[in-house]
């Protein structure tokens, strides 16, 4: 195996480490604070997606699918099915707002507390869901760049 593709792997690991690292840190307070959250796979889910997309888009020469043109149209193929994945968790959500509200899963807690673990929740998961699902809109045009980079330029 080439040293390049040794070290890119080594990276890509790192980086999937670096994503579930932070996404517990993330979920960790909603954990502690409010165990019945029915939105923790989502939850994990949007972080993922949105860590994974943002550096295919900005760090894209440094991964390892910089040059596999077939992951790269699998990608473009994929990105719709990716879009309504991450915007359905994100409604999932907002219609839990709107329906249930997020005091029903802190009752337990005082009312500073609920209100700190409230804003945070619905804070995290809309900054994640949007950002996800903008990122998720931004990533096939990028693989198209690059599919039209490395077919005219050979670069990516």
């Not at 593709?5 to 909603?30: M, S």
Request: glycine share 4%.
């Amino acid at each position: 195996m080439d040293h390049v593709v040794k070290h890119k792997i080594n990276i890509e690991l790192i980086w999937w480490a670096f994503t579930l690292i932070l996404a517990a840190i993330i979920i960790f307070p909603i954990w502690i604070n409010a165990p019945l959250f029915p939105f923790f796979f989502q939850n994990i889910i949007l972080v993922a997606a949105f860590v994974t997309f943002t550096r295919y888009i900005f760090l894209l020469p440094t991964t390892l699918i910089a040059r596999q043109k077939w992951i790269k149209v699998f990608v473009i193929a994929v990105s719709a099915i990716l879009f309504f994945i991450l915007t359905t968790a994100l409604s999932d959500f907002h219609n839990f707002l709107d329906e249930e509200g997020l005091q029903t899963l802190v009752e337990h807690l005082n009312v500073n507390a609920q209100t700190r673990i409230m804003n945070y929740m619905k804070g995290e998961m809309i900054f994640f869901g949007v950002g996800s699902i903008i990122a998720g809109l931004i990533l096939p045009f990028r693989m198209v760049i690059s599919l039209w980079r490395g077919r005219n330029r050979g670069t990516v």
